[in-house]
């Protein structure tokens, strides 16, 4: 059984977006679509051979700690070799760094299959991926020239270190402490927790990202500095002098993504925790900005792939497995119908497919905006472009991560019995993906990035930009009859949304946060619903053009019945969500703690 459908990719990388109009830019023309598919071919191929056996496995046997040191079942430390031997963890990258020069869409989709295939294997080289990522942009040339080099070939892994036991995701209190001493770098004294890949058996050192503040530093936010700590310490040839005091204090255990280990981390037990400041003193939460932003991007597309690995298997079930009959035949000795043909079943199958299909879309064109970014050499067309991704990011982070778990509760409830057992890939499925609405930040931090800050930078041009993207594809879809409905319906959204928008902001300029603020997961429903609706659009447009030139593939008709499904039956939640909204209803705010 496929782990994702290529088809499906193929479809958003070459018929909704111009995936190939890239390769007319400098940087692509050594790539051709052809390039593209054999990279994913590898991608496929790792994550089916290397990834996929040991996924249950790394679930049953979850990492353990002696006390002395961290162990995984080795399926893990192979598959992450390979996975950096195929050239993927550098598929970003410069040729001349060593790198494979793609595109972010189509290391998306490679990446899309790893994870769909093993979610808390993945983690290593992703988190690593993201980590050398920040370095790269920020570090010194010094730190850069060192750690780089490990981390690009696997020799060393990295995290994130943000999370303390008393502050969760406030990061304005946190109380790691940084020293500077004689030596240029400083001393790191504090506690972590669910740090994931804090520690393991995988790679010869880990590069950890840390948060901390220095002493005399400005409260809040604007005194947290980023800190590079390595696991070892390491001579000039980036070889091990010796173990930097970081210590585990213990793995925590989760109830998915299990073979990625959760740590608690304590620095600077002894007073000799090396850390190298990367950027400017107090700059810190802006950098760490940049790896989360794109741990943000790969949260959502974890969610999704997993509600679609859920999705496949539940359909698979569903055309296999023979119960009951249709209401109107009345005979007991008839043969029963395989359960795909019972309507009810055909809705649960239709939500997966609605929200799996559409989280993979949305992620996808994220990082296609990402090369949108980078290829335009005009900056006056760039910052509408990054203005839009900038607003995008809450809804790509958190609408794979709420749909997604959905959409794997959903197969369970196909399977029936056989649902809930562990002869079954989709509980493991729906208890891996329910970590994802809380990885990189919460539905309601998201919903108050977006609602507080991203909707109304740069006088709200990023979405200015969004609106302008929509109309493009209305204007498209408005050439087919049987897409008028959907059309029609959409344009009454985005003025639904405009309208609840404005009434938002002017509650949040005379009433203030408090109130303005309350209801906005509301808000991040209302405009994921509506992003969602319009690629669901544009995949429709899309289907059209194919079936009209010609194909009989069941493909497309079955895009277009998709698309429907989201335009009946979810589309219309908008109303319920702007109602709430513009009557600033005080429910939930004004609940007191006592009441409970």
């Known amino acids: 059984m496929p782990l994702l459908s290529r088809r499906d990719l193929e479809f958003c990388l070459y018929e909704m977006m111009d995936t190939e109009g890239l390769l007319q830019h400098p940087r692509y023309t050594d790539h051709s679509r052809e390039t593209f598919s054999q990279t994913m ?22 990492p353990w700690f002696d006390g002395e040191q961290v162990h995984t079942i080795p399926e893990v430390k192979e598959a992450f070799r390979h996975y950096v031997n195929s050239g993927l963890l550098n598929a970003r990258l410069d040729f001349d760094e060593g790198g494979m020069q793609l595109p972010h869409i189509i290391a998306a989709a490679c990446s899309g299959y790893i994870t769909c295939a093993n979610p808390s294997s993945a983690a290593y080289p992703f988190l690593t991926m993201a980590a050398a990522n920040l370095i790269k942009h920020f570090a010194s040339d010094d730190l850069k020239s060192l750690y780089l080099p490990l981390m690009r070939t696997g020799i060393a892994a990295g995290t994130m270190a943000l999370t303390e036991p008393d502050t969760g995701s406030s990061l304005a209190d946190i109380k790691t402490s940084a020293t500077p001493v004689d030596g240029g770098h400083y001393l790191i004294r504090g506690n972590k927790m669910y740090i994931s890949g804090g520690d393991q058996d995988i790679t010869d050192n880990i590069v950890h990202l840390v948060l901390a503040k220095i002493k005399g530093a400005p409260a809040g936010v604007k005194g947290i500095s980023l800190f590079l700590v390595p696991k070892w310490l390491v001579d000039e040839n980036g070889q091990p002098l010796k173990r930097n005091d970081v210590k585990l204090a213990g793995l925590l255990h989760k109830m998915g993504y299990r073979g990625t280990t959760s740590t608690v981390l304590n620095f600077g037990e002894q007073d000799q925790c090396v850390g190298y400041l990367i950027g400017e003193a107090h700059q810190g939460l802006k950098y760490m900005f940049m790896m989360m932003n794109e741990a943000r991007v790969g949260v959502g597309l974890g969610a999704a792939v997993i509600g679609y690995r859920g999705y496949v298997e539940s359909l698979a079930y569903a055309r296999e497995r023979p119960q009951g009959r249709h209401p109107s035949n009345k005979n007991p000795e008839s043969k029963p119908v395989a359960i ?47 203005e839009l991704l900038d607003l995008l990011t809450p809804i790509v982070k958190s609408w794979p991560s709420e749909f997604g778990p959905k959409a794997n509760s959903l ?12 002869e079954y890939p989709v509980e493991q499925c729906y208890r891996d993906n329910r970590l994802n609405p809380i990885h990189e930040g919460t539905h309601g931090i998201q919903a108050m990035d977006l609602l507080g800050r991203k909707l109304w930078q740069s006088g709200s041009l990023g ?81 059209m053009k194919a079936l009209q030139s010609g194909s009989e593939e069941d493909f497309y008709r079955g895009k277009l019945h998709g698309c429907q499904f989201f335009f009946r039956w979810e589309l219309p939640k908008i109303q319920h969500w702007s109602n709430l909204l513009q009557s600033a209803d005080d429910t939930c705010r004004t609940m007191q703690n006592n009441y409970f």
């Open 41 to 62: 071919d590898t991608a496929e191929q790792v994550a089916e051979r290397y990834f996929a056996p040991h996924n249950q496995l790394a679930d049953e046997k979850e």
């Open 340 to 386: 795909i043909e019972h309507a009810d079943v055909k809705r649960m199958l239709l939500a997966q497919k609605a929200y799996a299909e559409g989280s993979i879309a949305l992620c996808l064109y994220a990082n296609h905006l990402i090369d949108r970014i980078e290829t335009c050499d005009d900056k006056d067309q760039r910052k509408p472009l990054q």
């Open 463 to 543: 979405l200015q930009t969004l609106a302008t993207e929509i109309q493009q594809t209305l204007q498209q879809a408005a050439e087919f009859d049987e897409l008028h409905e959907h059309c029609q319906q959409l344009q009454q959204a985005l003025a639904l949304m405009h309208t609840t928008t404005q009434n938002l902001g002017v509650q949040l300029q005379q009433q203030g946060p408090d109130i303005g603020l309350a209801n906005a997961s509301a808000y991040l429903s209302l405009s994921g619903h509506i992003v969602v609706a319009w690629l669901w659009l544009w995949q429709a447009t899309a289907a």
């Open 411 to 422: 197969a369970v409830q196909v399977l029936g019995g056989a649902g809930y057992i562990r």
